[in-house]
């Protein structure tokens, strides 16, 4: 297994992407290789007890690679978050701002249920503004978070505390 200092080194730091002055930490290099990849959606289930996870929601893109694979692993089930505009059925949306933006997530309207135990999940944690965006679609849903999951978390740029009061779990912490 790989450990979480090697699992870091599979992470690929891309200056000036998508804009001017941001660092892109890229997980293509992680999901490329076996080892790395199982053991990064191992270790993101392992904090979850499985009885309480129903779901796991994860947005477009990234995170639908390790979200469904997070699912998998937890028998529970997958909901995309998408783009707005790319769901064919009634949809609930969620506005969020980025450190370069302002974007927005959307869901079908039918895609939780009330009660529900959800897993939010996306591949990087930086001012929490994704992940809020997921957790509202959650509460709004009548459904609970149970919890967030990241495989990188920037720490300085202040994400778990925006996500307070929901538990955090990252893999592999940058500090910027």
Same mark, same amino acid.
């Given at each position: 297994m790989v450990s979480a200092i090697e699992l870091e080194a599979f +992470?690929? @730091?891309i200056p000036d992407f998508p804009v %001017? /002055? +941001?660092l892109f930490r890229d997980i293509t290099p992680l999901l490329g290789d076996a080892t790395a990849l199982d053991t990064a959606v191992t270790r993101l289930a392992a904090p979850f007890d499985p009885g309480a996870v129903d779901l796991v929601i994860a947005a477009e893109a990234r /995170? =639908?690679?390790l979200g469904a694979a997070l699912a998998r692993e937890l028998k529970a089930g =997958? #909901? %995309?978050a998408r783009k707005p505009g790319r769901l064919p059925a009634t949809t609930t949306r969620a506005e969020? *701002? $980025?450190e370069y933006g302002v974007d @927005? $997530? *959307?869901l079908h309207a039918d895609a939780l249920t009330p009660g529900a135990g959800v897993l939010v999940h996306d591949d990087l944690l930086a001012t929490g503004g994704t992940a /809020? @965006?997921?957790c509202q679609l959650v509460t709004g849903s009548g459904a609970r978070v149970v919890g967030c999951a990241f #495989? #990188?978390?920037l720490t300085a740029l202040g994400g778990r505390e925006r996500l307070a009061p929901h538990p955090v779990h990252s893999l592999i912490d940058f500090g910027s």
């Open positions: +992470i690929r @730091a %001017p /002055g +941001i /995170g =639908f690679i =997958f #909901v %995309p969020y *701002e $980025l @927005a $997530l *959307e /809020g @965006a997921l #495989v #990188v978390e």
